[in-house]
């Protein structure tokens, strides 16, 4: 079974559209999180949801917000795309915020803005 | 200046070498220190954890830190074709925002 998911895996589209990535877990874990990866693999949190409440929300672009339906979830949906929103982007989860649980990570959506 | 630093590589070793991976880091506040493994386009996946100072030793892998010199280290001994990847470190305060470093790109050569 697929610990962390992520749809699509692959996501081509012109600057300027909408679009939303999704990610579930089904760990039971509490806490989730939005990375993006760069181009020389520079890994850099953009938000996590802990029990639906937005927990870190380091300084991206209002154009990305994230969506947690439920504990299972966070969506990440992006407005008006970007050149420079082109990267990988992971969606983590771990048990919990505040202890030393580690991150599982979900295997990447390679986002390419035209 | 980051809060931490990774040299990139790439490495490039023979099958059966000791391999050493380091990191150095800018705040002294960190405690908990990761490293995390990741195959050419799959999401990183946890390797080591430890906690403070001190070493630790997970079959051919061992992680140290030396928080006094703000510097961790991964070292992988009899490395295998199969550990060719990125690797990369990871640092948090209280275990929950964690710091990245961006990675050294690791071949091991049959």
């Known amino acids: 079974d697929t610990a962390v998911s992520q749809t699509p895996k692959y996501l081509v589209t012109q600057m300027g559209n909408d679009k939303s990535i999704k990610c579930e877990q089904n760990?039971?874990?509490?806490?989730m999180y939005w990375y993006k990866q760069d181009s020389k693999k520079f890994l850099k949190i953009m938000f996590s949801?802990?029990?639906?409440?937005?927990?870190i929300n380091e300084t991206v672009p209002n154009r990305f917000s994230p969506k947690s339906p439920d504990k299972a979830h966070l969506n990440l949906h992006i407005n008006s795309l970007e050149l420079g929103d082109s990267a990988v982007y992971f969606c983590?989860?771990?048990?919990?915020?505040?202890?030393?649980?580690?991150?599982?990570f979900g295997p990447g959506t390679r986002l390419t803005v035209l | 200046q980051k809060e931490v630093e990774q040299d990139p590589g790439p490495l490039s070793v023979p099958e059966g070498a000791i391999v050493s991976l380091n990191c150095t880091y800018s705040?002294?506040?960190?405690?908990?220190f990761m490293w995390y493994r990741q195959y050419s386009r799959k999401g990183p996946e946890l390797l080591m954890y430890?906690?403070?100072?001190g070493n630790k030793e997970d079959g051919r892998f061992t992680a140290q830190v030396d928080k006094s010199s703000k510097y961790i280290s991964l070292f992988i001994r009899d490395s295998q074709p199969s550990d060719s990847a990125t690797y990369l470190c990871?640092?948090?305060?209280?275990?929950?925002?964690?710091?990245f470093g961006t990675g050294t790109s690791l071949t091991v050569i049959p």
């Open positions: 983590a989860s771990s048990h919990r915020q505040d202890t030393t649980d580690t991150q599982y």
């Open positions: 760990l039971g874990h509490d806490t």
């Open positions: 949801y802990n029990n639906k409440e937005l927990i």
């Open positions: 705040n002294s506040a960190f405690q908990y």
């Open positions: 430890t906690y403070s100072s």
């Open positions: 990871a640092m948090s305060v209280a275990g929950n925002q964690f710091y």
